[in-house]
């Protein structure tokens, strides 16, 4: 594709629910990589994904949150029984190549997560 | 541990004013530098970034930045700002070994305004 999509681009949910997070890389790439961006803060690393395996999940902030990568494209990240701290901007980004930090990431334009 | 601060959270300068924004890190070793800059609605585009070499590094939209390895700083400037510089700029630090490869630290981001 011409760029890193994610969907929702918006969702609003309430305290206790699960919530499914969609990331679809640019095509070819080979890293996924997921963010979240709490309001004033800067972006936290949450996990990496190289191919469909996850090398580094130590983001992760809880148990509660789990993410997949399925054909070397599309992520899901997944966050059970919601809490209102987990309101945020989650972000995803590609790059080509194998984790590296010279590799570009290209970010997608996020989902703001707002749990009631 | 590695980590990136952004001292200013708000800056405002008049259109044509001249513009830096700071940004210190706190790495081991030679970080891989970036800036971003995130405007409404947008993801994250890369500025610019320095990994070796030349210690003045060009990137787009007429911005340059300065790697001090005395000061660990990486400052972001531009000699005469547009009305459509107003966005949101982070910096970011690239971990390029050990459990940690690819992933990248931001800063807490810099908000800048324009006035006409």
């Known amino acids: 594709g011409a760029g890193v999509s994610q969907s929702p681009s918006n969702k609003v949910t309430e305290k206790g629910k699960d919530v499914e997070l969609r990331c679809d890389p640019i095509?070819?790439?080979?890293?996924l990589y997921w963010y979240r961006q709490r309001l004033g803060q800067g972006l936290e690393f949450l996990i990496y994904f190289q191919g469909n395996s996850a090398p580094d999940k130590s983001g992760l902030p809880s148990d509660r949150f789990s993410a997949e990568r399925t054909g070397e494209s599309v992520s899901t990240l997944t966050i059970q029984r919601t809490q209102q701290e987990d309101s945020a901007v989650y972000l995803c980004?590609?790059?080509?190549?194998?984790?590296?930090?010279?590799?570009?990431?290209?970010f997608g334009p996020g989902t703001r997560l707002t749990v009631l | 541990a590695q980590s990136v601060t952004q001292p200013d959270i708000h800056i405002t300068v008049s259109e044509g004013a001249s513009l830096e924004l700071r940004c210190n890190y706190s790495?081991?070793?030679?970080?891989?530098l970036f800036w971003y800059v995130q405007s409404p609605g947008q993801g994250l585009q890369l500025l610019l970034k320095?990994?070796?070499?030349?210690?003045l590094v060009q990137g787009i939209k007429g911005f340059e930045a300065e790697f001090k390895r005395s000061q660990s700083s990486f400052n972001l400037r531009k000699p005469s700002v547009h009305w459509s510089d107003a966005a949101e700029y982070f910096c970011a630090v690239g971990a390029y070994e050990g459990s940690t490869l690819g992933r990248l630290y931001f800063g807490r981001g810099t908000q800048l305004t324009v006035w006409p």
């Open positions: 095509s070819g790439h080979t890293a």
């Open positions: 790495y081991g070793a030679t970080p891989y």
């Open positions: 980004a590609s790059s080509l190549a194998g984790a590296a930090a010279y590799n570009e990431q290209f």
């Open positions: 320095y990994f070796s070499g030349d210690t």
